[in-house]
Structures are given as structure tokens and as C-alpha cells.
């Protein structure tokens, strides 16, 4: 009653009318009454859903739709297995996300070790080789056959963006010229990028997340020089890694490729 006068008395107003064991809300109180209720439930409906964020945590992973299809899609049911309150969000991404700015909490990023922040973590080493459809390799179409790294002279180069092709490093490795004679044709996706190489346009770096296509084969590796020292990472910022969701995820990320649908680790 103290504080109700205390407040009366700053807003100038009266909000109760008050008669003989009888209380009633003025026109002023009213409104303010409506306000207050407005604001309280609102207030407690946010309340109930920082509970229900904990019992059903939202995960949001930022990766490369090549990434999600070819590795992480077809293992997620392991995760979900013994992680079903969680909600994955994948969020199509191929550059690093900011995580002061965006709205994700785990990225799974390519590169070296040495181009990614430190606490990066090494997921899937990918040594890249030179791939290409079978008709390319046995020379029934293109320049001629493809039995030794020489051999790629003349035959047309899928090259990533300029910043990401890795065409140069690898002819090094080979001890061959940059082959700057060599038609080449860029093509930023990798999934568009692999169905070329597999279409008999040319030959592409791929890593081993063409397996199937090398099972089936459609592509074909000539020879085992592969170019070591790049893979996928695994990416979170300081305060997501403190999230049991968060470490539930990066943890199950590290045993799926060793154990294919292994249940996560808590």
C-alpha cells in the first residue's frame, strides 16, 4: 500500500478509487494495470522458453552443402540416436562465419591448420588427388590417356576460385610446370565441380568424399600423389563451446568418421 501511494504521488494521479471496503482501478490504473500485465506475461513467456531452450537446445552448423551431403548427412542419424532433444540447424555457408555477428554456433571449415584460428580442430585430413571420368583417363576421349602426372598436359584443368585453387600446389608436388597452357575452366561449387569432372569435361583435386563415385566408377584416381596437409576443421566460438550441445556435437563429429553411425558421446 506504501509503494502504490509512493507511486501515486509521482505519477500526479490517483489509480484506485477507494470507498468503504471497496477498491476499484481509475481510468489511470486501468490502463497501467493493462501495460503491466502485457509486459509480465511477456516477461514469463520469455522465462519458459529459456527453460525449454535448455531441455531442447537449438544447434546451428554452418557447412558447405558438399560437406552436409556428402559426409555429414548420412551420419547425423547416429547423433540424433542418443541426442534426439537437440535440434540441428544447418546453416549453408562457405565462409567462416563471424560469431560475433552471426547466429551459429559450430562451423566445419576447410583449409591448413596454419590459415584457421587455433583453436580450430582437425576433423577429416583430405589429401587431394587428381580424379577424372573414365573416358578422359583411357584417352577415348580428350588429348590422350592419363597413366603418369605428364600426362595431364594438354587436358582441361576444373579449377576452384583463384584464392582456393589448389591446381598450382599440387603440379609442384608432381614436379611439373604450373601447365598455364592447359585449358581450364572454374567452377567455385564443388559439387558442380565433381558432376563436371564425372560429365567427362575435365579433371578435378577432389578429396576422399568422392568415394562413391570412385566405387561406382564414374570417377577414376590414375595415381596416388595426393597433396596432404588440408581438411575439414571444426570451428565454435569461446562461449558455444561451453554449451553442452555444443560439446555433445563436436565430440560425436570426432568418432563418426572412425565409427560410421556411432552414437554420440555426452
Not at 567462416?96 to 559450430?106: G, K, Q, R, S
Request: proline letters at 6%; charged letters at 20%; hydrophobic letters at 45%.
Amino acid at each position: 500500500s506504501y509503494q502504490i501511494r509512493q507511486l501515486e504521488q509521482n505519477l500526479g494521479t490517483s489509480l484506485f478509487h477507494r470507498r468503504v471496503r471497496q477498491v476499484s482501478l481509475s481510468k489511470e490504473g486501468a490502463a497501467l494495470f493493462a501495460v503491466c500485465d502485457r509486459l509480465f506475461r511477456d516477461l514469463s513467456d520469455e522465462l519458459a522458453s529459456f527453460s525449454a531452450a535448455a531441455n531442447n537446445p537449438v544447434l546451428t552448423i554452418a557447412v558447405s552443402t558438399y560437406v552436409a551431403t556428402r559426409w555429414l548427412s548420412p551420419r547425423l542419424r547416429g547423433f540424433f540416436e542418443d541426442q534426439g532433444h537437440v535440434t540441428l540447424r544447418l546453416q549453408h555457408s562457405v565462409n567462416a562465419p563471424d560469431f560475433a555477428l552471426e547466429d551459429v554456433d559450430v562451423a566445419i571449415r576447410w583449409g591448413k591448420p596454419s590459415n584457421l584460428p587455433r583453436h580450430a580442430q582437425m576433423l577429416l585430413p583430405m589429401p587431394m588427388v587428381p580424379v577424372a571420368a573414365p573416358a578422359l583417363i583411357t584417352g577415348r576421349v580428350g588429348p590422350g590417356p592419363i597413366k603418369q602426372p605428364a600426362d595431364l598436359a594438354g587436358h582441361l584443368l576444373l579449377r576452384d576460385d583463384a584464392a582456393e585453387d589448389l591446381w598450382p600446389e599440387w603440379l609442384g608436388l608432381a614436379g611439373l610446370a604450373a601447365m598455364n597452357d592447359n585449358p581450364s575452366q572454374t567452377v567455385s561449387d564443388p559439387n558442380v565441380r565433381i558432376q563436371a569432372a564425372v560429365d567427362g569435361q575435365g579433371v578435378v583435386l577432389a578429396d576422399d568424399l568422392v568415394g562413391d563415385e570412385l566405387a561406382s566408377g564414374r570417377l577414376i584416381a590414375p595415381f596416388d600423389l595426393g597433396l596432404t596437409g588440408y581438411g575439414y576443421h571444426l570451428l565454435a566460438s569461446k562461449s558455444s563451446r561451453s554449451r553442452p550441445a555444443v560439446r555433445a556435437f563436436m565430440a560425436w563429429a570426432q568418432t563418426a568418421e572412425k565409427g560410421g553411425q556411432q552414437k554420440s558421446q555426452r
